[in-house]
Antibody
């Protein structure tokens, strides 16, 4: 069974930093692109960032560009999201998502349950 | 940015009836359109990719159609487990964008 398990969420002060991790299992991790998608409770879905299978093709939503950094370690079957200069607008449930192909831009076929990030002083 | 607009925001349907959900893209996305189902407290689940290709394990009562800027998701005969929130998403161009969602509720 394909599975994605996120960790690293928590409470962080405005302007602070946080690193989210996502460990994958049940599929050949380095064959697929990966994404992060966030959701404010009771609100819709917002794509955050994507990375292709090798990590050389990356893109970000304008709302996080320059502040967030996505990376992956294929040896550890893991993808990461480094968040910095966070603000209240970054408060959300962050889902790790497997893409359907090796590219960074594709449909999202497996979702993790998410890890919650709360930005508060 | 390609803006995705879903309608209606809420759809009230009786069990066994047909439901048709719409999704419009502000610019053409070819067939690069996916549909997701989300239930309270759960992560979204992929239903359809490529505008009309059902994901593994998705029942045949779910069907997707359209191309370019106009898309539909049809649930042919609503079951109790189908009452949920549905999102469309385009992956034709950056940034990837989602619609605001359609809630399918019991009439």
């Amino acid at each position: 069974e394909m599975q994605l398990v996120e960790s690293g969420g928590g409470v962080v002060r405005p302007g602070g930093s946080l690193r989210l991790s996502c460990e994958a299992s049940g599929f050949t991790f380095d064959d697929y692109g990966m994404s992060w998608v966030r959701q404010v409770p009771g609100k819709g879905l917002e794509w955050v960032s994507s990375i292709n299978w090798k990590g050389f093709s990356i893109d970000y939503a304008d709302s996080v560009k320059g502040r967030f950094n996505i990376s992956r370690d294929n040896a550890k079957n893991s993808v990461y999201l480094e968040m910095s200069s966070v603000s209240a607008e970054d408060t959300a449930l962050y889902h790790c998502v497997k893409l359907g192909v090796s590219a960074a831009r594709s449909y999202m076929d497996v979702w993790g349950k998410g890890t919650t990030v709360t930005v508060s002083s | 940015e390609t803006v995705m607009t879903q309608s209606p925001a809420t759809l009230s349907v009786s069990p066994g009836e047909r439901a048709t959900l719409s999704c419009r893209a502000s610019q053409g996305v070819a067939y690069s359109l996916a549909w997701f189902q989300q239930k309270p407290g759960q992560a979204p689940r992929l239903l359809i990719s490529g505008a009309s290709i059902r994901a593994t394990g998705i029942p045949a009562r779910f069907s997707g159609g359209g191309s370019g800027t106009e898309f539909t998701l049809t649930i042919s005969s609503l079951q109790s487990e189908d009452f949920a929130l549905y999102y469309c998403q385009q992956y034709y161009s950056w940034p990837l964008t989602f619609g605001g969602g359609t809630k399918v509720e019991i009439k």
